[in-house]
T-cell receptor, first 112, second 111 residues
Framework: RKEVEQDPGPFNVPEGATVAFNCTYSNSASQSFFWYRQDCRKEPKLLMSVYSSGNEDGRFTAQLNRASQYISLLIRDSKLSDSATYLCVVNMRGTNNNDMRFGAGTRLTVKP | ETGVTQSPTHLIKTRGQQVTLRCSSQSGHNTVSWYQQALGQGPQFIFQYYREEENGRGNFPPRFSGLQFPNYSSELNVNALELDDSALYLC??????????FGPGTRLTVL
């Protein structure tokens, strides 16, 4: 089993659609979780951290299920500017973010 | 912009050569992490430096080594380059275990 596994994608959705990405991780001791966004030929940027209670930031909602070792990201009312690759990230060791493991990413294209 | 800079932007080397990549962290940050990103893949963790000491390492061979300086800038050294080392090398700076901010990367091509 891969350490961090994401939906293969790509996802092609119309503007205004709701889209959900899933991610599973292998290390049950992992403590911190994130979603990063990476635009084509750019560096990754933090989209949001993922907390046990779930968290929301505008149109974006992240959920964590520790029992199933599963993380999700929901994007509502998709915009053209949401087109990017979304990377699921799990810190494998404690909370010091000194062993961050990235998934391969899920590519999203939002079309007019 | 994140304030994290990397040099050079692009680099071409041949198999067996050695390369040094550089990273300047964001002001106030004391931690630098290095990642390798192959085409179509997510970044793979190489190692992290915290206050000039290695603070975690991924599944990379010893020919990948690093250094962090008193001003918290960092170098990644790769010896005996292989074709599979061709990738985008990213560094990320942070204040301890807080949010990591990535630099624009160095694209290394090994011929």
């Amino acid at each position: 089993r891969k350490e961090v596994e994401q939906d293969p994608g790509p996802f092609n959705v119309p503007e205004g659609a709701t889209v959900a990405f899933n991610c599973t991780y292998s290390n049950s001791a992992s403590q911190s979780f994130f979603w990063y966004r990476q635009d084509c030929r750019k560096e990754p940027k933090l989209l949001m951290s993922v907390y046990s209670s779930g968290n929301e930031d505008g149109r974006f909602t992240a959920q964590l299920n520790r029992a199933s070792q599963y993380i999700s990201l929901l994007i509502r009312d998709s915009k053209l500017s949401d087109s990017a690759t979304y990377l699921c990230v799990v810190n494998m060791r404690g909370t010091n973010n000194n062993d961050m493991r990235f998934g391969a990413g899920t590519r999203l294209t939002v079309k007019p | 912009e994140t304030g994290v800079t990397q040099s050079p932007t692009h680099l071409i080397k041949t198999r067996g050569q050695q390369v040094t990549l550089r990273c300047s962290s964001q002001s106030g940050h004391n931690t630098v992490s290095w990642y390798q990103q192959a085409l179509g893949q997510g970044p793979q963790f190489i190692f992290q430096y915290y206050r000039e000491e290695e603070n975690g390492r991924g599944n990379f061979p010893p020919r990948f080594s690093g250094l962090q300086f008193p001003n918290y800038s960092s170098e990644l050294n790769v010896n005996a380059l292989e074709l599979d080392d061709s990738a985008l090398y990213l560094c990320a700076s942070s204040l301890g275990g807080s949010e990591q901010f990535f630099g624009p990367g160095t694209r290394l091509t090994v011929l």
